[in-house]
């Protein structure tokens, strides 16, 4: 057994995430099993939410969880096994008003899984997308009119 060790990650920031994964290997050696489970997300309406914000949702919600996965996959495939899950949302399948930027970001990401899925089936990887309904998560709520404040995490 091994003693659990702490590593912050802040999924959004892509430029640390290969410190971090030479960090987890270094440790252990290995991943067995990686569990993506970040989210990011912002209500308002398309027009008031700004490009800026819209590329924040999509760095923490796909680039992120997919560089992490592109990191650790090597390891795991010079292993021959592994798994892969992807903590979703059932907004990567359908879209609701007011959470486009969310909802794009995890279409991206249940695309991205679901080819990832196909590819990995040769070296005996298994890729699993978990898709659940609305849940409750921690929200900082925002000042009248700010919606760059009003992200979800």
């Not at 440790?27 to 490009?51: P, R, T």
């Not at 919600?61 to 390891?75: C, H, R, V």
């Not at 279409?107 to 070296?123: K, P, Q, S, T």
């Not at 997308?129 to 929200?139: A, D, K, M, R, W």
């Amino acid at each position: 057994t091994y003693a659990p060790k702490l590593i912050l990650l802040d999924i959004s920031d892509i430029n640390c995430i290969q410190d971090v994964t030479r960090e987890i290997l270094g440790c252990y050696g290995c991943v067995d099993i990686l569990i993506n489970n970040s989210s990011m997300k912002v209500k308002g309406a398309v027009q008031s939410i700004s490009l800026e914000l819209d590329k924040k949702i999509m760095d923490a919600n796909y680039f992120g969880p997919i560089t992490l996965t592109k990191a650790i996959l090597p390891n795991m495939i010079s292993r021959r096994t592994g798994q892969i899950v992807l903590i979703n949302s059932i907004q990567g399948k359908i879209g609701i008003p007011f959470r486009a930027a969310y909802a794009a970001s995890k279409h991206a990401a249940v695309g991205f899984f679901d080819c990832l899925r196909a590819e990995m089936e040769e070296f005996n990887i298994s890729v699993s997308s978990v898709n659940p309904t609305f849940i409750c998560s921690y929200h900082r709520q925002p000042a009248p009119g700010n919606w760059e404040a009003s992200i979800w995490k």
